[in-house]
C-alpha cells in the first residue's frame, strides 16, 4: 500500500490560482499512473487529470487548458497547478496512485473558489 497526503487547498477568488501537492510514502514510479480527481458537494468524484511513470499527461474537458499536472519523481510528489480558477471548480481534491487495476487515495484536500 502507499499513503498520499493531499496539501495546498484553500481560498480563492475567481481568476485565481493554487497549486496543490501530492506527496506519497514510496516511489511514485511504482504506479501506472498518478491522478487527481475531485468531488463537489453532492456530486461524484470524477477524473480531473492524470500523469503516467513516462510523463504523459491526461486532462478532463473541464480543466483542459487552465489545470497542469506535473510530478518529481525524486521527491516522490505530483502536482497540480491551477490557474483561471471557477466557482465550479469548488471540491475536495483527492490524490490517486493506480497500480493492479486499483486507486489508493490520498484524504483530500479543500479547494473554494468563490465568485
Known amino acids: 500500500q502507499v499513503q498520499l497526503v493531499e496539501s495546498g487547498g484553500g481560498l480563492v477568488q475567481a481568476g485565481g490560482s493554487l497549486k496543490l501537492s501530492c506527496v506519497a510514502s514510496?516511489?511514485?514510479?511504482?504506479?501506472?499512473?498518478m491522478s487527481w480527481y475531485r468531488q463537489a458537494p453532492g456530486k461524484q468524484r470524477e477524473f480531473v487529470a492524470f500523469t503516467t511513470s513516462a510523463g504523459n499527461t491526461n486532462y478532463a474537458d473541464s480543466v483542459k487548458g487552465r489545470f497542469t499536472i506535473s510530478r518529481d519523481n525524486a521527491k516522490n510528489t505530483v502536482y497540480l497547478q491551477m490557474n483561471s480558477l471557477k466557482p465550479e471548480d469548488t471540491a475536495v481534491y483527492y490524490c490517486?496512485?493506480?497500480?493492479?487495476?486499483?486507486?489508493?487515495w490520498g484524504q483530500g484536500t479543500q479547494v473554494t473558489v468563490s465568485s
Open positions: 514510496r516511489s511514485i514510479l511504482s504506479f501506472n499512473a
Open positions: 490517486s496512485a493506480f497500480s493492479g487495476g486499483v486507486n489508493s
